[in-house]
């Protein structure tokens, strides 16, 4: 197992009691699963993305979701889910998880950009 670090949409009650969840992990592995663990996770298909490469040591992560669609994309993968299976409307919360003794307590995570786009037209954000 590796350290990851992922975003979980679609939320439900308080905190993250039930969501759909995409994450990166430290070996550059993407994938997708409803949390809790209710699925198996749908894992991406490694991939060389140029469009997705940043300029400094940061990696890009984009997600475009759409009823029970998702597709996520990295500079080294591209996933596409269509079995999500929480379509009701929820929050978003980022999430890191540290599976190893030494990083457990002493996890760093640095994010910039972040950027959230609604294309529903019937919803305000």
């Known amino acids: 197992s590796h350290d990851w670090f992922g975003i979980h949409l679609r939320t439900q009650g308080l905190g993250i ?3 759909e969840l ?3 992990s430290s070996n550059q592995k993407l994938e997708s699963v409803s949390f809790p663990g209710q699925r ?3 894992v991406g298909k490694q991939v060389q993305n140029k469009n997705n490469v940043s300029k400094d040591d940061f990696k890009l992560l ?3 979701i759409e009823e029970s669609s998702l597709k996520a994309v990295t500079p080294d993968c591209i996933l596409e889910d269509n ?3 929480n379509e009701n409307l929820g929050g978003i ?6 599976h190893n003794p030494p ?5 760093t995570i640095r994010f910039k950009n972040i950027e ?3 294309l529903d037209t019937t919803t305000p954000i």
């Open 93 to 98: 919360f980022l999430h890191a998880f540290a």
């Open 116 to 118: 959230i786009i609604s």
């Open 103 to 107: 990083t457990q307590n002493n996890l």
């Open 22 to 24: 995409v994450y990166v």
């Open 17 to 19: 009691l039930r969501s």
């Open 83 to 85: 079995k999500l299976q």
């Open 40 to 42: 198996t996770p749908v």
């Open 62 to 64: 984009e997600i475009i």
